[in-house]
């Protein structure tokens, strides 16, 4: 089992930075990728970024080039930098993690969300 923690949620200006975290914990060596989704209301959830056990990242097409997913050196927390936030970047965002083999789309395990709120 594999235990997942977001931290670092909160409100930030149109054009600001925010940085959130998950740590993991628990069989953390069974893990595939790690990563984001997020789910603004009224909308589905979607992939915002992902980090696979060999490093390889992966992003959304609306947050390229806004925002960076990496990993501690023991793989234990992942980290998502996101900067010139839009509005439209409001949403809960959850930290995902597959098991080995298993693919980004249907994670198995889920965080309990962090608010994202970007707003003047």
């Known amino acids: 089992q594999v235990h997942l923690v977001e931290s670092g949620g909160g409100l930030v200006q149109p054009g600001g930075s925010l940085r959130v975290s998950c740590a993991a914990s628990?069989?953390?060596?069974?893990?595939?990728?790690m990563g984001w989704y997020r789910q603004a209301p009224g909308k589905q959830r979607e992939s915002v970024a992902f980090?696979?056990?060999?490093?390889?990242?992966n992003y959304a097409d609306s947050v390229k080039g806004r925002f960076t997913i990496s990993r501690d050196n023991a793989k234990t927390t992942v980290f998502l930098e996101m900067n010139s936030l839009k509005p439209e970047d409001t949403a809960v965002y959850y930290c995902a993690a597959t098991l080995r083999a298993r693919t980004w789309t249907s994670p198995d395990y889920w965080g309990q969300g962090t608010q994202v709120t970007v707003s003047s």
């Open positions: 980090i696979t056990s060999g490093s390889s990242t």
């Open positions: 628990g069989n953390i060596f069974s893990l595939g990728a």
